[in-house]
């Protein structure tokens, strides 16, 4: 499945690229994430509980980070196994800076199998886009802020 989508931030592309590489932005705006680890420079290993309707699920996983055009855009990759099944997301990320701060362009694919993909296939299109919705709200909101949040909860 395809999610896509352009959010606004006030703020210049330098301080949304820098936020966007922050393990304690990831952990504080990923919907869900339990824990993250960074394990080198691109590349985080986590614990997530997503849900779609009464259908929740832990995963464990990791999220790697390749392309990088500092400022200008960075390829996420996220992939996660639980026992309700796996999941797998790739989205392009584009920083494109206009008056007053940076727009956000998100391309990406999502593929998820089990349990959750069996019961929740058709509400798996509005929940992505929900918890994208979810993630860039809050990631706004940091990046406004101007400052880091604390470390998530680990364990």
Do not use: C
Not at 18 to 31: G, K, M, N, Q, V
Not at 88 to 96: D, N, P, S, W, Y
Not at 112 to 132: E, I, N, Y
């Amino acid at each position: 499945m395809n999610v896509e989508g352009t959010y606004s931030v006030n703020a210049d592309r330098k301080a949304v690229w820098d936020t966007l590489l922050s393990p304690e932005a990831l952990a504080s705006a990923i919907p869900g994430v339990q824990e993250l680890e960074r394990l080198s420079e691109d590349e985080f290993e986590m614990g997530i509980t997503v849900g779609i309707g009464a259908i929740r699920g832990s995963y464990s996983g990791r999220v790697t980070i390749t392309d990088k055009r500092e400022p200008e855009s960075l390829r996420m990759l996220v992939q996660g196994k639980g026992r309700g099944g796996t999941i797998r997301g790739e989205a392009l990320i584009e920083l494109v800076e206009k008056a007053g701060g940076t727009e956000i362009h998100v391309d990406g694919n999502a593929r998820v199998t089990g349990l959750v993909a069996r019961v929740g296939q058709r509400l798996l299109g509005s929940a992505s886009k929900t918890l994208m919705n979810q993630f860039f709200n809050r990631f706004t909101e940091l990046v406004e802020e101007g400052r880091r949040p604390d470390p998530a909860p680990s364990g």
